[in-house]
C-alpha cells in the first residue's frame, strides 16, 4: 500500500503544459545598485518563464526594479521598490498561478536596478513550453 494519500498536494502538478507538469524553481539573486542587465533566470531553448511569487528587498535605499525578456529585451513589468529599514521584504509578489511576468520564448528573465542599493531578491518560477 502507498503511503501517498489521494488528497496529498503536488506543488509540481499545479503547472502543466504540453510535455507534462512544470517543476517550481527558486533563484535569489542580489541586483547590484544602479545595474542594467542582471541575469536573474537563464533563458531556455523553446520555454517561456513565468514568475509565480516572490519579494524584493531594498538592503537602503528606494529605486525601481524593471523585469525584462532577455538582456535589454522586452519591459515586462516594474517594481517600485521604498527604502527598508528592517530586514524583511519590502515588496511581496504573493502566489498567483496566472504569473506575475512571463518572458518571450527562448528568453531568459533580466533586471534592471535603477535604486542606489543593493536589491535583494527571491523568486519562484516555472519553465514551460508554449
Known sequence: MSSVQANQYFPAEVFRDRNGPCVVKYT??????GSNNNAVVAAVSGKRITVIN????????AGF???K???GG????????PVNTAATPNVQLPFDPAGHMTTIVGEGLYADNSSAAIV???IAYI???P
Open 127 to 129: 519553465e514551460w513550453t
Open 120 to 122: 535583494v531578491t527571491s
Open 54 to 61: 516572490g519579494n524584493l528587498c531594498s538592503v537602503g535605499a
Open 74 to 81: 522586452a519591459a515586462l513589468r516594474t517594481h517600485s521598490v
Open 69 to 71: 525578456s532577455a538582456s
Open 28 to 33: 535569489s539573486p542580489s541586483l547590484g545598485a
Open 65 to 67: 526594479i524593471s523585469w
